[in-house]
């Protein structure tokens, strides 16, 4: 039975929609991926932007005898509720520090506490209506603001979300990532070159690229696990540290490293060897002093992208220990210490309502410090790529 | 003396014996050749050698000493073990000297060692592995001596409950109690995971083929890195992102059409986890259908299939392969995902089918054992490192089919850049 034209190009034309819709649906899907981005972005900057912003508010301190006991004692009662404690407990230590303080009076501004924060930025808040209407006539006065929060920046993780900050988080993650850097750069950058220039094609060196491909796939916690029982309960690497910290990210960025040395390593063209042996280069000079060079920035934007991940890695440092509650900045690599992802880690987990645009300020930081360093790699490639 | 301190001393020590080493060994080198002597290597290479000889016992020796002390647990004092290592170091130095000689080839000598230090360092990666499987292995064998593997394996009751008191030595007063059933464990980890997929496989994929076979290289160029951008963003913030802003969203839609939803539910992390998963299943699948080759595309094109039958018929099924291999690592990835599910999920190990309720992993466990004041020794912690030992072994065996289905493809298409 044969059918007529009509037939034919009804199905044809059939056909063709069918196949503009797969490119529509798969245009969609693309689609839904960057709003899903977008959606996130947006969502993190608008949880996190008003934590770069803490309420003051301006108050008559008077340092009379009462306030070396109390601090709360050298403010008006009523004002004291809305001044975070931080504040308050630091009174007696300056009269202890300075006594010719003591008897005078002076007006500052100071760091109000979370719940006025709150207030002002229009979230929940668990002031009462009297202090509410205080707060609304300060604020008609001019005597409560919403002023940029060094505090953010200056000061370690507390108890007290107005007062709590990132800086010993982000020293923690800069004295980790040193120690990761210095042991994952250059073992990996070894066994990378090991394996494409020295190595003979045989069992053993197949076994350790599978072995690299499967460690890059192997969970993060797994790693965390290894850090455990046998960086610290074998080791004795002291718990919580930078350096078991360190130790334990080092190992789970070495095939990151090592992956991209070794593309890096293949990309520099044969014939820059044969000309190094040609001239009476050994092996090793070859390697040093030609391929090496060449190969640096394929090497460089491979580590930048190795720490970045490894920055923002969580999972094996809870295991090992690295999310204690640390105020003071470390200046060690032996004492305990967090850093960022755990403290965002440590305050999503507060009850405190307040400790939710912190966690979403930290994280803008940590964000901010990722693009940073991933950006750096790709201008770095593209400025030193050379194509052979 | 502080062992810092020691170690300071030591090093500094090396470190000053190591230049001795150099220039006495270049000057040496620089006599014989001003003398006129033919010499088979550089002043420097011997240098260099001279430096090696001296430091290269003496490190080797401290290292033995530091693993035999903590291995066999030998009661060799350190300041003994490295004034030892010095008196190595300054035999070292002697020989070194001696052998700066006009017959002896000091830069093969060094490359020989250069090639032990890059097989070393090669090792490494062998030893993580190895440290990875014997550090869970012991443990969780310690662990089924308390409890059965079989009742790890198919019990439906996780409660590990009272078992510190076990391990306190006071085993009668509810240690019975205690049960370790991983199926819930497991039952909510792969719950989880297939909705992670729902959302990856269907968005990745289609979005891997929009970019390898429709979009304009402009689009292209510009979509895949920031599709990369998903998987750059740490977990710890999809974790807040789902604990803060999705759960309440699935709650609210999951009430909307009046069914029930926790706060902690799985449909949350699940989706979230994948979201971040897309890349990993866009990036290689585009890969893979890019490296299909274009005659595949010609001939169905020359027989008049349309652009939508050539890549339903021709250029997936071509490229299946790849994107099952793309998939499984996907998998693997989302069963071995943690602060997602710590920060999103629940705590309640949970046997169920609605993924609106509340659920645990086995990831989140193995945190819960770990982060407590738990004693080492107990059961519960213990159990941390049975879940791992599973979770290990899973993930290993789709890393390598994975491996596998990919090596498959590169084969039949001999493409070589995946």
């Known amino acids: 039975m044969s059918q007529t034209f009509d037939e034919i190009s009804s199905q044809l034309r059939k056909r063709h929609r069918r196949s503009a819709r797969l490119k529509w649906i798969s245009m969609g899907a693309l689609g839904l991926a960057g709003l899903f981005l977008l959606w996130f972005f947006s969502d993190m900057l ?116 107005e007062a709590s900050g990132i800086l010993s988080a982000a020293v923690g993650t800069v004295m980790t990532m040193l120690v990761t850097l210095a042991i994952a750069f250059p073992i990996g950058v070894m066994t990378a070159v090991y394996l494409e220039e020295f190595a003979p094609d045989n069992r053993f060196t197949q076994l350790i690229e599978i072995n690299i491909n499967n460690l890059a796939a192997i969970p993060s916690i797994l790693f965390g696990l290894l850090g455990l029982a046998i960086f610290i309960n074998f080791f004795g690497v002291p718990r919580s540290s930078p350096l078991v910290g360190g130790m334990t990210l080092a190992l789970m960025t070495l095939p990151v490293i090592i992956i991209a040395t070794r593309t890096a390593l293949r990309s520099v063209p044969d014939s820059i060897r044969h000309a190094a042996f040609g001239v009476g280069c050994s092996r090793w000079q070859m390697v040093r002093d030609h391929v090496l060079p060449l190969a640096m ?58 400790f939710v645009e912190k966690t979403a300020g930290g994280i803008l930081v940590l964000l901010t410090i990722l693009i940073f360093l991933n950006a750096t790699a790709v201008i770095l490639r593209k400025k030193f790529e050379r194509r052979w | 003396m502080q062992t810092d301190q020691l170690l300071t001393l030591f090093s500094g020590v090396l470190l000053l014996l190591g230049l001795i080493a150099f220039f006495l060994g270049r000057a040496k080198a620089a006599r014989v050749r001003a003398s006129g002597t033919a010499m088979y290597a550089q002043p420097d290479q011997y240098a260099w050698f001279a430096v090696l000889a001296t430091a290269g016992p003496a490190i080797v020796v401290s290292a033995v000493g530091a693993f035999v002390l903590l291995l066999l647990g030998a009661e060799i004092p350190t300041p003994y073990l490295l004034a030892g290592s010095l008196v190595m170091a300054a035999v070292g130095l002697m020989v070194g000297m001696r052998q700066v000689r006009p017959d002896f080839h000091a ?50 009751v996780w409660n590990p409950g009272a078992s510190f008191l076990a391990a306190a030595g006071r085993a009668e007063e509810g240690a019975t109690g205690a049960q370790f059933g991983s199926v819930p464990l497991f039952a909510g980890t792969f719950m989880i995971t297939a909705i992670a997929m729902l959302v990856a496989i269907p968005v990745g994929l289609l979005s891997a083929i929009y970019m390898a076979e429709f979009a304009p290289s402009r689009v292209r160029t510009l979509a895949k890195p920031t599709l990369e951008v998903l998987a750059g963003i740490p977990t710890v913030v999809y974790g807040f992102f789902a604990a803060i802003t999705v759960a309440p969203l699935i709650v609210d839609i999951a009430g909307f059409f009046g069914v029930d939803a926790a706060y902690n539910n799985a449909v949350a992390p699940g989706v979230v986890m994948g979201i971040m998963i897309i890349p990993f299943i866009s990036s290689l699948s585009d890969d893979v259908i890019n490296s299909v080759p274009d005659s595949m595309r010609q001939g169905s094109l020359a027989l008049g299939m349309t ?89 290993l065996s789709l890393n390598l089919v994975s491996v596998l289905m990919i090596r498959r493809f590169r084969e039949k298409y001999r493409v070589n850049n995946l």
């Open chain 1, 46 to 161: 608008g949880k996190g932007l008003p934590a770069f912003q803490q309420a003051q508010i301006q108050v008559e301190v008077d340092y009379n005898e009462d306030a070396s006991r109390m601090g709360r004692a050298a403010l008006d009662p009523d004002l004291s509720r809305l001044v975070s404690r931080t504040f308050e407990r630091m009174i007696p230590v300056q009269i202890r520090e300075n006594p010719e303080l003591l008897g005078t009076s002076e007006t500052r501004w100071v760091l109000a506490n979370a719940q006025v924060d709150q207030y002002l930025k229009g979230h929940r808040h668990k002031l009462n209506e009297q202090q509410v209407v205080l707060v609304d006539e300060l604020l008609a006065e001019g005597r409560v603001e919403l002023k940029f929060n060094t505090n953010f920046f200056t000061t370690g993780d507390s108890k007290m979300a």
């Open chain 1, 297 to 354: 920035p394929g090497i460089m934007t491979g580590s930048i992208i190795g720490l970045a991940q490894a920055m923002g890695e969580t999972a094996p440092l809870i295991i090992v220990g690295m999310v204690a509650f640390i105020p003071d900045v470390g200046a060690s690599f032996t004492e305990a210490a967090t850093v960022l992802p755990a403290q965002i880690f440590t305050w999503a987990g507060e009850p405190e309502k307040a």
């Open chain 2, 107 to 156: 830069r093969q000598a060094i490359e020989r060692v250069i090639r032990w230090v890059l097989v070393t360092a090669a090792m490494i990666s062998i030893l993580t592995t190895f440290g990875i499987l014997v550090s869970i292995v012991f443990e969780a064998l310690r662990f089924f001596k308390m409890h059965s593997f079989w009742d790890f394996i198919t019990g439906t």
């Open chain 2, 307 to 395: 652009k939508g039958e050539t890549i339903r018929d021709v250029v997936i099924p071509a490229a299946l392969p790849g994107i099952i291999s793309a998939s499984l690592l996907a998998v693997s990835r989302a069963l071995g995902e943690t602060m997602i599910v710590v920060m999103a999920a629940g705590m309640r190990p949970n046997l169920t089918a609605n993924p609106f309720e509340d659920m645990t992993t086995v990831t989140v466990r193995i945190v819960a054992a770990l982060t407590g004041d738990l004693e080492f020794e107990s059961a519960e912690t213990l159990s941390a490192f049975a879940l791992g030992l599973v979770l290990f072994a899973v993930t």
